[in-house]
């Protein structure tokens, strides 16, 4: 920051006493995150009254970290959660040279973006239904050679891709509709419901994206849903109906779940 006051220790100090006082858990990270990112003493005003009334502090420095990178953010996105870092994981653990990867939902594009940044020569395509979504993947994405569409799961898609896709990943709405009261405000106020509501049992999307998904995988092709660990003997079911067969990946240390489902060769063999 420049212009600051003289003593910037107790800049700091005042800082995190009103970040504090207005319940930021992580008032001190946030402190120095704002006091870097703030590029004169009335920016950085302006940006503790926002996080004081309560804005999430990545919407307000307009990126988050996702797996060590800054991903763009605008209001009105959901925020990339540390907990999709698995699913990239289990992704990047099934990409192969010049695989071509699928992010449905794929919401500010930060598992594509990672995906790219780490394995070049892959084709990458994301969608989401969000237009604010779908602006910030675009600026995420589209510098690193992915594609970014905007409509309804599969349905933007270039009709090309069916029967192509090595690596569908999905972080999909999962919450059940009852249980987006019971979010932090953070989540219920500035994310909108359509990127949380996965209907009555949250699993509705998750449904539509499988049931289509043995259309657009390749033979060999994998589908990878994040899921929580309540939710995922369902998600298993689903995949199965679908056609796949599965296995879930689990990390205690994310609290993360991703249910894997591979096309059954008799399938793939007989499309
Ligand atoms: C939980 S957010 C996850 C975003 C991103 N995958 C991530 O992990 O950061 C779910 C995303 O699904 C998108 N979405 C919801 N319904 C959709 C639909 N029918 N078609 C495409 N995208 C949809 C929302 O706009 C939102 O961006």
Redesign the pocket.
Known sequence: MTGAASDPSAVVASVVARLRAAGCVFAEDEAAMLIAEASSVEELERMIEQRVDGLPLEIIVGFAMFYGRRILVEPG?????RR?EF?VEQAAALVTPGAVVL??????G??GAVLLATHRGIELYA????AA?VRSARRNIEPLGGTVFE???YQPLPAGLRGRVDILT?????VPTAEIRLMPPEARLYE?P???DGGSDGLD?QR?IADDAPNWLSPRGRLLI?TSERQSPITVEILERAGLSTTVARSDDLDATVVIGAMRLDRAASS
């Open positions: 996105v959901f925020v990339p959660r999709t699913l992010d449905l939902c794929c919401g500010v930060a598992v969608a989401d239904i969000e979504a409509g309804d799961l999905a972080n999909a709405p999962y909108p359509i990127t949380l999307i539509r994040e």
